[in-house]
C-alpha cells in the first residue's frame, strides 16, 4: 500500500508510464499467442513427418503437397525397394475448390485403414463416434478434423457435401491442435472417385478411377535411415520425388524463424519504450523526493534501503503494465478465435507460459529500468539533500 501511495502522488506520469509498457506487453501477447498457433502446427508436421517418407509426383510446385495425381502402381514398385516396411498410398487434396486463407488449409485425406502395418505413431483418436476400418471402402463416410467439424456443424449421423458428394458422418477426432483438425477423412476409393471428377477430361479419360493416388507415405525398415531409403526411392521409381522429416524441418524453420524475429522485436521496443518511460518517471520521482531521501539517510537509513524501495516501486510499475497489458491480450485473442471458431480459423493460442513470461517480462524490465535512479538517490549526500528546494 506505501508503494501504490508513493506511485499514486503523481497520477497522471505514472499512468502514462504503465500505458506505455501495458500497449508492449499487449503486443507481445498478441503476437506471441500467434506464434504459438504456428509453432504448434509445425511441431505437429514435424511428428508426422517423422520416421518416414513421402512420395509425391516429381511435378509437383511444392514438395509433399499431394496435388499432381500418380497411379497406384508406384506405392507397388516401392514396396519392392529393400528398405521398405510398408507403403500406404494415398490422396490428399483440397476440400474444396477454393484455396487460400490464413492458417492450415481444409483437406480431404483418403486412404485404407491399416495400408501402414500399424507403423504409424502419430496420434489419432476420436472424441466423437470412430475412426474409418477397411469395412468402410466403398461407401461414403466421412471422419472429421475438430476445427472442420465445427465449421460444417458436422454431426455423428448426419451428412455433409464433400465437393458436391453426400458423405456420412461417423467420428469426429479429438483436436490436435495440428493439420488434422482442418481435415476430413475418407476412404481412399471415395477420395479417388472425387479426384478423378476434379480433373481435365484428358486426364480422366486416361485413368480409371482406382488408379489414382496423390502421394505415398512410406514407413522404413528398422534400422534404415530415413535420407537413404528416399535416395533410393527417387532412384527407383521414375518422376517422383520424396520428403523427409529432416526436409521438412528445413522446409519450416524459415517460416518459424519470421514469427520468432517478430516476437523478439516486439519484445525489444516493449524494452525500450517501457525502460525508458520508467527511467524517466523514476528519475522525477526522485528529484521531487530529494528532501526526503535526505531526511531518511539523515536519521540511518541505508543506501541499500533506498534502492530497494525505489526498485520495487519500479518493478510495481512494470507488473501492474504487465497484468493489464496481458488481461487486453487475452480478451484480443479470445474474441479473434471465436470470431473465427464458426469458419475453423483458430489463429491464436494463449498459453500459461506466454501469460507468465509477458507478466515476468514486464515486472523485470520494471525493475532493471529502476536501478539507474535508485542508485543515483542513494549517493545524494545526506546534508546537500536537507538544503534542496
Same mark, same amino acid.
Given at each position: 500500500?506505501?508503494?501504490?501511495?508513493?506511485? &499514486?502522488?503523481?497520477? *497522471?506520469?505514472?499512468?502514462?508510464?504503465?500505458?506505455?509498457?501495458?500497449?508492449?506487453?499487449?503486443?507481445?501477447?498478441?503476437?506471441?499467442?500467434?506464434?504459438?498457433?504456428?509453432? /504448434?502446427?509445425?511441431?505437429?508436421?514435424?511428428?508426422?513427418?517423422?520416421?518416414?517418407?513421402?512420395?509425391?509426383? &516429381?511435378?509437383?510446385?511444392?514438395?509433399?503437397?499431394?496435388?499432381?495425381?500418380?497411379?497406384?502402381?508406384?506405392?507397388?514398385?516401392?514396396?519392392?525397394?529393400?528398405?521398405?516396411?510398408?507403403?500406404?498410398?494415398?490422396?490428399?487434396?483440397?476440400?474444396?475448390?477454393?484455396?487460400?486463407?490464413?492458417?492450415?488449409?481444409? =483437406?480431404? *485425406?483418403?486412404?485404407?485403414?491399416?495400408?501402414?502395418?500399424?507403423?504409424?505413431?502419430?496420434?489419432?483418436?476420436?472424441?466423437?463416434?470412430?475412426?474409418?476400418?477397411?469395412?468402410?471402402?466403398?461407401?461414403?463416410?466421412?471422419?472429421?478434423?475438430?476445427?472442420?467439424?465445427?465449421?460444417?456443424?458436422?454431426?455423428?449421423?448426419?451428412?455433409?457435401?464433400?465437393?458436391?458428394?453426400?458423405?456420412?458422418?461417423?467420428?469426429?477426432?479429438?483436436?490436435?491442435?495440428? &493439420?488434422?483438425?482442418?481435415?476430413?477423412?475418407?476412404?481412399? !476409393?471415395? &477420395?479417388?472417385?472425387?479426384?478423378?471428377?476434379?480433373?481435365?477430361?484428358?486426364? !480422366?479419360?486416361?485413368?480409371? #478411377?482406382?488408379?489414382?493416388?496423390?502421394?505415398?507415405?512410406?514407413?522404413?525398415? #528398422?534400422?534404415?535411415?530415413?535420407?537413404?531409403? /528416399?535416395?533410393?526411392?527417387?532412384?527407383?521409381?521414375?518422376?517422383?520425388?520424396?520428403?523427409?522429416?529432416?526436409?521438412?524441418?528445413? !522446409?519450416?524453420?524459415?517460416?518459424?524463424?519470421?514469427?520468432?524475429?517478430?516476437?523478439?522485436?516486439?519484445?525489444? @521496443?516493449?524494452?525500450?519504450?517501457?525502460?525508458?518511460?520508467?527511467?524517466?518517471?523514476?528519475?522525477?520521482?526522485?528529484?521531487?523526493? =530529494?528532501?526526503?531521501?535526505?531526511?531518511?539517510?539523515?536519521?540511518?537509513?541505508?543506501?541499500?534501503?533506498?534502492?530497494? +524501495?525505489?526498485?520495487?516501486?519500479?518493478?510495481?510499475?512494470?507488473?501492474?503494465?504487465?497484468? @493489464?497489458?496481458?488481461?487486453?491480450?487475452?480478451?484480443?485473442?479470445?474474441? /479473434?478465435? +471465436?470470431?473465427?471458431?464458426?469458419?475453423?480459423? @483458430? *489463429?491464436?493460442?494463449? =498459453? #500459461?507460459?506466454?501469460?507468465?513470461?509477458?507478466?515476468?517480462?514486464?515486472?523485470?524490465?520494471?525493475?532493471?529500468?529502476?536501478?539507474?535512479?535508485?542508485?543515483?538517490?542513494?549517493?545524494?549526500?545526506?546534508?546537500?539533500?536537507?538544503?534542496?528546494?
Amino acid at each position: 500500500m506505501r508503494l501504490l501511495r508513493q506511485l &499514486a502522488r503523481r497520477k *497522471l506520469r505514472t499512468t502514462l508510464t504503465i500505458l506505455g509498457i501495458t500497449i508492449g506487453i499487449w503486443a507481445l501477447v498478441v503476437f506471441s499467442s500467434m506464434a504459438n498457433k504456428i509453432n /504448434a502446427l509445425v511441431e505437429g508436421g514435424s511428428q508426422y513427418f517423422a520416421g518416414k517418407v513421402l512420395v509425391t509426383d &516429381a511435378t509437383n510446385i511444392a514438395v509433399g503437397a499431394g496435388i499432381t495425381p500418380m497411379n497406384i502402381e508406384v506405392a507397388d514398385q516401392i514396396r519392392d525397394l529393400d528398405g521398405v516396411a510398408a507403403a500406404d498410398p494415398q490422396i490428399q487434396m483440397s476440400y474444396d475448390m477454393e484455396l487460400g486463407g490464413f492458417g492450415a488449409p481444409d =483437406t480431404v *485425406l483418403g486412404a485404407v485403414p491399416g495400408a501402414d502395418e500399424g507403423l504409424e505413431t502419430f496420434p489419432i483418436n476420436a472424441i466423437q463416434g470412430r475412426l474409418l476400418t477397411p469395412e468402410d471402402e466403398g461407401s461414403n463416410v466421412v471422419v472429421f478434423g475438430s476445427d472442420l467439424a465445427r465449421k460444417k456443424n458436422a454431426t455423428i449421423g448426419g451428412t455433409v457435401e464433400i465437393r458436391d458428394v453426400e458423405f456420412e458422418v461417423v467420428g469426429i477426432l479429438e483436436p490436435t491442435l495440428t &493439420a488434422p483438425d482442418t481435415s476430413a477423412v475418407i476412404p481412399l !476409393q471415395a &477420395a479417388q472417385e472425387l479426384m478423378i471428377a476434379s480433373l481435365p477430361a484428358p486426364i !480422366q479419360a486416361a485413368f480409371s #478411377p482406382d488408379e489414382l493416388i496423390s502421394q505415398v507415405v512410406v514407413y522404413p525398415e #528398422p534400422g534404415v535411415d530415413d535420407a537413404d531409403l /528416399a535416395a533410393r526411392i527417387e532412384a527407383g521409381v521414375d518422376n517422383v520425388q520424396t520428403l523427409t522429416g529432416a526436409e521438412f524441418d528445413e !522446409q519450416v524453420d524459415s517460416a518459424t524463424a519470421i514469427f520468432n524475429a517478430i516476437i523478439i522485436g516486439v519484445a525489444v @521496443i516493449s524494452l525500450v519504450v517501457g525502460g525508458l518511460s520508467v527511467i524517466n518517471t523514476m528519475a522525477m520521482s526522485v528529484a521531487e523526493r =530529494t528532501r526526503e531521501i535526505g531526511i531518511k539517510r539523515a536519521i540511518g537509513g541505508s543506501r541499500r534501503r533506498i534502492v530497494r +524501495e525505489l526498485m520495487l516501486e519500479a518493478g510495481l510499475i512494470g507488473l501492474l503494465g504487465g497484468l @493489464i497489458g496481458l488481461a487486453l491480450g487475452a480478451v484480443v485473442v479470445v474474441l /479473434a478465435n +471465436e470470431a473465427g471458431r464458426d469458419s475453423g480459423t @483458430i *489463429l491464436f493460442d494463449l =498459453t #500459461p507460459g506466454t501469460a507468465i513470461f509477458a507478466v515476468a517480462f514486464s515486472t523485470i524490465l520494471g525493475i532493471v529500468a529502476g536501478i539507474i535512479p535508485a542508485w543515483h538517490a542513494a549517493r545524494l549526500d545526506p546534508v546537500e539533500a536537507l538544503r534542496y528546494e
